[in-house]
Nanobody, 118 residues
């Protein structure tokens, strides 16, 4: 199983960050897994953002929920994170990962650096 993030490395404040995770070696649907986004701001710990499950339902971090969406394209075996109205505090390495109901993540993308700056 391989996951690969793609998207811009630089986003301006107040704009929308959009990252796509392309999955190979496993299907995102049907699936018993939770296809997740996680980020790590500089100098800080990993931070869960949210996931999309087999039904297409999402669960999002409460502090980000108002400006976050996750959707999928099953024909391309991809899922996408959109984060609106970004600020410099959204600067982080963003990872996509495969997780289960116990919040155990067994496969990760390599991560992609996103910097929010004007």
């Amino acid at each position: 199983v391989q996951l690969q993030e793609s998207g811009p490395g630089l986003v301006k404040p107040s704009q929308t960050l959009s990252l796509t995770c392309t999955v190979s070696g496993a299907s995102i649907s049907p699936s018993t897994y939770r296809w997740s986004w996680i980020r790590q701001p500089p100098g800080l710990e990993l931070e869960y953002i949210g996931y999309i499950d087999d039904s297409g339902s999402t669960k999002l971090r409460s502090s980000l929920k108002s400006r976050t969406s996750i959707f999928r394209d099953t024909s391309k075996n991809q899922f996408t994170l959109q984060l609106n109205f970004v600020t410099p505090e959204d600067t982080a390495v963003y990872y996509c990962a495969r997780g289960n109901i116990f919040d155990v993540y067994d496969y990760w993308g390599q991560g992609t650096q996103v910097t929010v700056s004007s």
